[in-house]
């Protein structure tokens, strides 16, 4: 029997990288960004393991207008999918987060990216391990890297225990993910790292999180 799930596990790897490696060969351009906001739209930025999990609940919460999945963190110009996987480029996959400051708050968006993974995880967000998954909470004032910081301060005494290793940095240059990978998780369901891995994190989140949620239109 434990033969039998390791062969099933095994062959949903193969055919999510198989599709992945498609996609790559299709699509292998950095994405060209045309967001529609209003003047009133902020963006913020955060790492926090794969970005078609980090994006999905984003989008998830109210007075989020768009998320787009990229690269942030690094020293290497154009990062791709491809070189960042590499862990020589310093770029971890990100999010740009486009929000309405009247509906949702910095610090609300703090809140959501502490609560929807583990800070306390060098490297990685199960499944994924490596410094392009790495927690990066990046700030662009002086007032959201103290809201950032308060907030370490706090989880780190309510919660846990000093062990925080979320790094804290100033957004330098954002490059958006190639295509193919915006909005993963809604239009590939069907992918079995989506359906194992991103889906049950955004429902984790979800059930954390109700009163931040956007509501279901009917």
Request: include cysteine; glycine fraction near 6%; hydrophobic fraction near 30%.
């Amino acid at each position: 029997m434990k033969i039998f799930k390791g062969v099933i596990v095994f062959t949903a790897v193969v055919l999510a990288v198989t599709l992945l490696s498609f996609s790559q060969k299709k699509e292998d351009k950095l994405k060209e960004v045309s967001v529609q906001t209003s003047s009133e739209t902020k963006v913020a930025y955060f790492a926090s393991g794969c970005f078609w999990c980090v994006e999905a609940i984003f989008e998830s919460v109210n007075g989020v207008e768009e998320v787009i999945s990229g690269y942030a963190g690094g020293h290497t110009k154009n990062p791709t999918y491809k070189t960042i996987g590499t862990g020589k480029t310093g770029h971890a996959e990100s999010v740009a987060v486009y929000y309405n400051p009247k509906k949702v708050s910095f610090k609300t968006l703090v809140t959501v990216f502490f609560g929807s993974h583990d800070p306390t995880t060098k490297n990685g967000q199960h499944p994924d391990y490596g410094s392009q998954y790495r927690s990066i909470a990046f700030y662009q004032t002086p007032q959201e890297k103290e809201i950032i910081e308060n907030t370490i301060r706090k989880l780190n005494k309510e919660v846990y225990k000093g062990k925080i290793v979320t790094e804290v940095t100033k957004l330098e240059k954002f490059y958006p993910a190639e295509e193919y990978h915006q909005n993963y998780e809604r239009l590939h369901p069907e992918n079995p790292y989506v359906q194992r891995v991103s889906i049950p994190r955004l429902n984790r989140f979800k059930r954390k999180f109700p009163e931040l949620l956007k509501k279901e239109k009917n």
